[in-house]
């Protein structure tokens, strides 16, 4: 069973950088199949999708945040992260991880395996 | 960037009834769209992909279609767990973009 699991400070002093990691268990961040990607939901409102990772370390990024972010992944320890600079309060959110899942005949099949979730406050 | 619109914005129904639910592109997806439910506090669940595949787990009562621009889907008959917010998602190219939702609450 595939299990995704966020962890990160859950509150964030508003200019400094969020970082936050996603453990991967069940399947391997150096699968061909799997992009690594990150999602958030402000209170009360909808799904953002702010971007993926690779295994080969190729990213995209949402284009307005693409300035402040970075991700990497770290296959010793199966797992990828996220950072995010100069936070505001408008990035106060809940910050999912998600497998974005293209099958072996290249369609891809959906987010199919989501993380519980972690939020972050940004507050002086 | 694809901008995905749903309607309505809530949909108040009744247990056992039906309900239909919309999304559409802002440009062509072929069936490039997927559909996932979130309870409170809870993380979005996949339910539908290529607009019309249910996955593993999700019930034969829901049923996506549609093609190209415009998709929906359908809860036959409502049972306690439909109720609950719905998102659908292109993944015709990047940036994946998600529709607004919509909230389908007791009537």
């Known amino acids: 069973q595939v299990q995704l699991q966020e962890s990160g400070p859950g509150l964030v002093k508003p200019s400094q950088t969020l970082s936050l990691t996603c453990a991967v268990s069940?399947?391997?961040?150096?699968?061909?199949?799997?992009?690594w990607s990150w999602i958030r939901q402000p209170p009360g409102k909808g799904l953002e999708w702010i971007g993926y990772?690779?295994?080969?370390?190729?990213?995209y990024y949402n284009e307005a945040l693409m300035s402040r972010l970075s991700m990497s992944v770290d296959t010793s320890k199966n797992q990828f992260s996220l950072q995010l600079s100069s936070v505001t309060a408008a990035d106060t959110a809940v910050y999912y991880c998600?497998?974005?899942?293209?099958?072996?005949?290249?369609?891809?099949?959906?987010?199919?395996?989501w993380g519980q979730g972690t939020p972050v406050t940004v507050s002086s | 960037e694809i901008v995905m619109t749903q309607s309505p914005g809530t949909l108040s129904v009744s247990p056992g009834e039906r309900a239909t639910l919309s999304c559409k592109a802002s440009?062509?997806?072929?069936?490039?769209v997927a559909w996932y439910r979130q309870k409170p506090g809870q993380a979005p669940m996949l339910l539908i992909y290529?607009?019309?595949t249910r996955a593993i787990d999700t019930p034969d009562r829901l049923s996506g279609g549609g093609s190209g621009t415009e998709f929906t889907l359908t809860i036959s008959s409502l049972q306690s767990e439909d109720f609950a917010v719905y998102y659908c998602?292109?993944?015709?190219?990047?940036?994946?973009?998600f529709g607004q939702g919509t909230k389908v609450e007791f009537k």
């Open positions: 290529g607009a019309s």
């Open positions: 990772i690779y295994r080969s370390g190729n990213t």
């Open positions: 998600a497998r974005d899942h293209q099958s072996w005949n290249g369609f891809f099949v959906g987010l199919d395996v």
């Open positions: 069940g399947a391997s961040v150096t699968s061909s199949y799997y992009y």
């Open positions: 998602q292109q993944y015709h190219n990047w940036p994946r973009t």
């Open positions: 440009q062509t997806i072929s069936t490039n």
